[in-house]
């Protein structure tokens, strides 16, 4: 058996393996690994990776710990212990198929650095960082997320989570309009700077906000309503596909 009992550092473990499609670590003792940093950097065909068992509880460095991972579509962090880590920079930097990450069991408490933490994100559309206190802890969340993440189509935020520069950038494809709204309170709509920089009571799930558009069916009649051009208007069985024409959103040419 691979005894890692007494190991200290992880650091570039599987560093540089292009072609690891996968990797069983459950019986990997890692109580007194102080450094993970870059442990599966540039694994560019891991596609999955379960680490429910690992004991982070020493862990200070979590740097680019999946940096580089372009192939991962899921990553299982639900039993990480961040209470001593103090780097998570570049930790899922161009992880550029990941589309789904829950790290709202990350106690942030003692991270003094998180720029880039998921730079490149061009895939993801679901995350949670409810529990990241970037607002009384040691850490600003200074370019936390780069390259806009402008697929995402759910965040979790807590009320502690400020995100200074570098934060994802609602959609305005498909008939939103570049803005947030709070899933269980439609009446909050935040634009990308409101949510992510200021202070007020933000904790729950946002979403893109889905825009409100004039529709001019005829000389001296209109009605509104929420529309995108994947979904065609039907106004008395004719059907009409919306073109934006102005940045106030008026649909007209019908």
Same mark, same amino acid.
């Given at each position: 058996?691979?005894?890692?009992? *007494?190991?200290? &550092?992880?650091?570039?473990?599987?560093?540089?393996?292009?072609?690891?499609?996968?990797?069983?670590?459950?019986?990997? /003792?890692?109580?007194?690994?102080?450094?993970?940093?870059?442990?599966?950097?540039?694994? $560019?065909?891991?596609?999955?990776? *379960?680490?429910?068992?690992?004991?982070?509880?020493?862990?200070?460095?979590?740097?680019?710990? @999946?940096?580089?991972?372009?192939?991962?579509? &899921?990553?299982?962090?639900?039993? @990480? /212990?961040?209470?001593?880590?103090? /780097?998570?920079?570049?930790?899922?930097?161009?992880?550029?198929?990941?589309?789904?990450?829950?790290?709202?069991? @990350?106690?942030?408490?003692?991270?003094? =650095?998180?720029?880039?933490?998921?730079?490149?994100?061009?895939?993801?559309?679901?995350?949670?960082?409810?529990?990241?206190?970037?607002?009384?802890?040691?850490?600003?969340?200074?370019?936390?997320?780069?390259? !806009?993440? $402008?697929?995402?189509?759910?965040?979790?935020?807590?009320?502690?989570?400020?995100?200074?520069?570098? %934060?994802?950038?609602?959609?305005? !494809?498909?008939? %939103?309009?570049?803005?947030?709204? *709070?899933?269980?309170?439609?009446?909050?709509?935040?634009?990308?700077?409101?949510?992510?920089?200021?202070?007020?009571?933000?904790?729950? &799930?946002?979403?893109?906000?889905?825009? &409100? =558009? *004039?529709?001019?069916?005829?000389?001296?009649?209109?009605?509104?309503?929420?529309?995108?051009?994947?979904?065609?208007? #039907?106004?008395?069985? %004719?059907?009409?596909?919306?073109?934006? #024409? $102005?940045?106030?959103?008026?649909?007209?040419?019908?």
């Amino acid at each position: 058996s691979f005894d890692t009992s *007494k190991v200290t &550092t992880m650091s570039s473990m599987f560093g540089d393996c292009s072609a690891l499609t996968g990797v069983d670590l459950k019986n990997f /003792d890692t109580s007194s690994v102080k450094d993970m940093s870059r442990m599966f950097t540039k694994c $560019s065909s891991l596609t999955e990776c *379960k680490l429910n068992n690992f004991n982070t509880s020493s862990v200070t460095n979590m740097s680019s710990m @999946f940096s580089n991972c372009t192939g991962l579509t &899921t990553v299982d962090v639900s039993s @990480f /212990d961040t209470r001593n880590v103090t /780097d998570i920079s570049f930790m899922f930097d161009t992880c550029s198929a990941l589309k789904k990450l829950d790290v709202r069991n @990350f106690n942030t408490s003692s991270v003094t =650095y998180m720029g880039q933490f998921l730079q490149t994100a061009t895939s993801l559309e679901e995350l949670n960082i409810a529990n990241f206190d970037t607002l009384t802890g040691g850490c600003s969340g200074d370019r936390f997320i780069t390259n !806009n993440a $402008s697929n995402l189509k759910k965040i979790t935020l807590g009320n502690n989570t400020i995100l200074n520069n570098g %934060y994802p950038l609602a959609s305005t !494809n498909n008939g %939103y309009d570049g803005k947030w709204v *709070k899933v269980d309170d439609p009446t909050q709509i935040k634009t990308d700077k409101e949510l992510f920089t200021e202070e007020f009571d933000k904790a729950g &799930t946002w979403v893109p906000h889905q825009a &409100t =558009y *004039k529709l001019l069916f005829a000389p001296g009649t209109e009605g509104t309503g929420t529309m995108s051009a994947a979904y065609p208007v #039907v106004v008395e069985a %004719y059907t009409f596909t919306p073109t934006f #024409v $102005s940045a106030t959103h008026e649909l007209t040419g019908f």
